[in-house]
């Protein structure tokens, strides 16, 4: 009996063509795909009123029958209707719910109440454009089998291993939910943050906000994945992003893995979030395994 995905656009619109071509990927590869109503729908920059955008993915929660809810994509949206989101059936019958960028609202908010997996991996907004990798590793997760992947070594890496569960997501996303209810607590786990079209000087206010409040103290790990379309100001920051990084973690001795293949890149690998994983940085390879 095939597995089930259904696909709902909690955030920003999408478009016909990017769900035909997730619609014929899924069912190639053995999976039934069902839509959510709205999944096709357009409320000025969202994919409908957040009242339907609610209901679709509440339909989605109660669901039985299904076995994962896969984002359309990101954007902007996530965090206006979660609190009015009821997660009764959710717990009794858990589904992995799929995305990033915006959607590490649901990662964070899921893990801090319910402490169940969730699901970092692409969304059929990037599925043409990402890497054969990114789309297998997806379909590993979803078929039960481990990835392990193998990443070039960074010069800005810090060696070290770590066997702990993975949280995090999008850095502005994970920086807009401290101390709120959807808080995420990062003690003895490993960090990943990605970002994308942040300026230098915004993502060193955002790490020390993340110091400030505690997040990186007492990390086991770290994963620095895409840092994408990172701007530079007039007067230059003096610093690039890893070295931004490095200088915030510096004073700690966890491992730190620079370019992680995950975020808002083409080779945008699967990572559970609220899963145990395995990290390995030595000087001259670093390999992952969940």
Do not use: W
């Not at 979660?82 to 959710?90: A, E, G, P, S, V």
């Not at 297998?136 to 066997?163: D, M």
């Not at 960090?191 to 230098?200: A, K, Q, S, V, Y």
Request: glycine share 8%; charged share 20%.
């Amino acid at each position: 009996m095939s597995k089930k995905i259904h696909i709902t656009a909690p955030a920003k619109v999408i478009d016909k063509a990017c769900i035909d071509f997730a619609v014929e990927f899924f069912e190639k590869n053995g999976f039934e795909v069902s839509l959510a109503k709205h999944v096709l729908g357009q409320h000025n920059y969202f994919s409908g009123t957040d009242a339907e955008r609610l209901a679709d993915f509440q339909a989605a929660l109660d669901d039985d029958s299904l076995d994962f809810i896969l984002c359309a994509r990101g954007g902007y949206g996530s965090v206006r209707i979660i609190d009015d989101l009821d997660f009764t059936k959710f717990v009794k019958r858990p589904k992995l719910i799929i995305g990033f960028s915006d959607i590490t609202v649901f990662h964070n908010h899921i893990h801090t109440h319910f402490n169940l997996p969730t699901l970092h991996a692409s969304v059929p907004l990037n599925f043409q454009s990402n890497s054969a990798e990114a789309l297998q590793s997806l379909v590993n997760v979803l078929n039960g089998k481990e990835n392990k992947y193998e990443i070039t070594p960074s010069k800005y890496n810090r060696a070290g291993e770590a066997k702990a569960v993975v949280v995090g997501g999008n850095l502005s996303i994970l920086y807009s939910l401290i101390g709120t209810n959807s808080d995420l607590t990062t003690d003895g786990k490993i960090l990943f943050i990605e970002d994308i079209g942040e300026h230098i000087y915004a993502i060193d206010r955002i790490l020390y906000s993340l110091k400030k409040s505690g997040k990186l103290q007492k990390l086991a790990g770290l994963l620095v994945g895409g840092m994408t379309n990172i701007k530079d100001t007039e007067i230059p920051f003096g610093k690039n992003v890893e070295e931004v990084i490095s200088e915030i973690v510096a004073p700690y001795n966890f491992p730190v893995c620079f370019n992680f293949p995950a975020g808002h890149v083409d080779d945008n690998r699967a990572i559970a979030c609220g899963k145990e994983a395995r990290l390995m940085v030595r000087q001259n390879s670093v390999t992952f395994l969940q």
